[in-house]
């Protein structure tokens, strides 16, 4: 066996022997690189669904293209009925850590409390594409400030935002 592998002539590849390699393993390699980092192309919808994550007391109004803050997003709007929301709360503490309700002036909506310090307690969430997401959850405009009576609101507002540019 030794004396077959030291008869054997030395290997010199020709042109064609190295463009079917080139043809075979270096093309495919680098098309598989760029699909890898393929852009996504965003979509409005009910995100919470595409996720699912989406509480069966939530229901999907509508998503749109909106401007926020001198920034382009698309935001998936819901509604929950004050009954159900201390649920919807709760899960969307757990699951993407937004802040508890508060009630502020007028209204109840996620705030960190710390000191005298208020701080929007937004929730956040990244897809399997890297997207950046974030979750909000107010109630309209009440005068009710005591969670026992969250059943007399009729209904609480929950956000999901993509960003479309980075702030």
Request: proline content about 4%; overall charge positive; charged content about 30%.
């Amino acid at each position: 066996m030794l004396r077959q592998i030291l008869s054997l002539k030395k290997f010199v590849p020709s042109k064609e022997w190295l463009s079917s390699i080139i043809i075979s393993v270096v093309i495919p390699f680098f098309i598989s690189c760029s699909s890898r980092t393929h852009k996504v192309t965003p979509v409005c919808e009910d995100f919470l669904k595409v996720w699912q994550e989406k509480p069966s007391d939530l229901q999907f109004i509508r998503c749109k293209k909106v401007k926020k803050f001198g920034f382009d997003r698309l935001e998936s709007f819901y509604v929950v009925k004050g009954s159900d929301a201390a649920r919807v709360e709760k899960i969307l503490q757990r699951k993407f850590g937004m802040a508890s309700l508060k009630f502020l002036c007028c209204g109840w909506e996620p705030i960190f409390k710390k000191g005298d310090v208020n701080t929007l307690g937004l929730g956040n969430y990244r897809d399997k594409n890297g997207i950046d997401f974030e979750i909000s959850m107010y109630s309209e405009e009440t005068i009710i400030t005591d969670r026992q009576e969250w059943d007399k609101i009729p209904e609480f507002r929950i956000y999901v935002s993509m960003f479309l540019e980075n702030p």
